[in-house]
């Protein structure tokens, strides 16, 4: 059986942290051995935090502030992140970056607190994990200040255009494609441009219990995504890059663990 991570769930904040001893359970069953827990704030970095305590084998996490809760960003939160890095489970910096799609934070606040963490990500070198929506000239440019002095960067969730691919794969980083892909109204360009990223740049991701595939038979009647769902992901990226399912399988995975620095 293939394996592999899903590098993008949102345990924290909804019924899957309740329900983790299910979630991981039917992940593994299907080849899913490791996901990365994702943080949006101070708190939910903790919180990741106390769960991969719970299931070491299994989760990983990052911590990190996100775009939306950037006006939480003061003199503190540098430090705290640093802190909560130092936990062994925590293995990137992030969810950081800017969103100018729903503008819940200041954009001057989102640039501020986004280039912190990537000189933090400097400092403790760390890969990032970033998000990115309708910003993509200021995400760049305030990007292009670190990248070289980075270890890894993962855009996760990427839905962009040829040109944002091109630009990003300019700069080496890792992307992360979900179920998007798989939705024949939104995931149409999506899908024509994930044959042209590099073998040893693509991940693949839930980011669950979001984002469910669109085109998943039969639908949970909960329609929440799970980790669990990441082999049929997989197997409908493979197929637009006409690549063998078992060969792309093992490709993530090598990445995704490289990625993070993680033993594959």
């Known amino acids: 059986m293939p394996q592999y991570m899903d590098i993008a769930v949102n345990f924290i904040g909804n019924k899957l942290a309740a329900e983790a001893d299910r979630v991981i359970a039917e992940a593994a069953q299907v080849g899913v051995n490791s996901m990365l827990v994702i943080a949006s704030h101070i708190q939910e970095s903790r919180d990741a935090i106390a769960l991969c305590a719970a299931f070491p084998e299994q989760l990983y996490s990052t911590a990190g502030i996100h775009p939306h809760h950037a006006s939480q960003w003061d003199e503190d939160s540098r430090n705290s992140i640093k802190r909560l890095s130092a ?41 990032v994990l970033m998000h990115e929506r309708d910003a993509h000239d200021d995400f760049l440019a305030i990007l292009k200040e670190y990248r070289s002095e980075l270890p890894a960067v993962l855009l996760h969730c990427f839905t962009g255009n040829k040109d944002s691919l091109m630009a990003y794969l300019d700069l080496d980083i890792y992307l992360g494609i979900t179920g998007w892909v798989c939705d024949e109204r939104r995931g149409q360009t999506l899908a024509q441009l994930v044959p042209l990223i590099p073998d040893n740049r693509i991940v693949i991701e839930t980011d669950s219990p979001y984002l469910l595939p669109r085109s998943l038979r ?23 890059r006409q690549q063998p399912l078992h060969d792309f399988a093992a490709m993530t995975y090598k990445n995704s663990r490289s990625l993070f620095g993680l033993p594959y």
Request: hydrophobic content about 35%.
């Open 218 to 240: 039969p639908k949970p009647k909960s329609s929440k995504n799970e980790p669990k769902y990441l082999p049929y992901i997989a197997q409908y990226i493979a197929q637009l």
């Open 87 to 127: 936990a062994s489970c925590v293995v990137a910096v992030g969810e950081c970056g800017l969103d100018y799609n729903r503008d819940f934070s200041p954009r001057a606040q989102q640039r501020h607190a986004f280039a912190e963490q990537l000189a933090l990500a400097v400092e403790l070198q760390k890969p």
